[in-house]
């Protein structure tokens, strides 16, 4: 069976930073890209970063380039991302997704199956 767990999410003032990590169990993580996306109150999900099989090539949407760090740890079939400087904007559920062979930008549309979420709310 197919499960991927988010954790780490939490309140967290804006500028700050927190780290998410996905366990993932029930499929080899090996041959398969991985992402994160993100809903915010009353929008739809969307993209947030997506890393390749190997770790080797990795995919960010403009709202989160260069401050947004997506990595994984196949032996220990762990996908994090790493979130600094974050704003307001930043709240929403995270959601670890399995893609393809490869990462297809940030598209939602190429995860196929997520996890439950974890809550990350930035605010003062």
């Known amino acids: 069976q197919v499960q991927l767990v988010e954790s780490g999410g939490g309140l967290v003032q804006p500028g700050g930073s927190l780290r998410l990590s996905c366990a993932i169990s029930?499929?080899?993580?090996?041959?398969?890209?991985i992402g994160w996306l993100r809903q915010a109150p009353g929008k739809e999900r969307e993209g947030v970063s997506c890393?390749?099989?190997?770790?080797?090539?990795?995919s960010y949407s403009d709202s989160v380039r260069g401050r947004f760090t997506i990595s994984r740890d196949n032996a220990n079939k762990t996908v994090y991302l790493q979130m600094n400087s974050l704003s307001p904007e930043g709240t929403g559920v995270y959601y670890c997704?399995?893609?393809?062979?490869?990462?297809?930008?940030?598209?939602?549309?190429?995860?196929?199956?997520w996890g439950q979420g974890t809550q990350v709310t930035v605010s003062a």
């Open positions: 890393i390749s099989p190997e770790g080797l090539s990795t």
């Open positions: 029930g499929f080899t993580p090996d041959y398969y890209s």
């Open positions: 997704a399995r893609g393809f062979y490869y990462c297809s930008g940030t598209s939602v549309s190429q995860f196929s199956q």
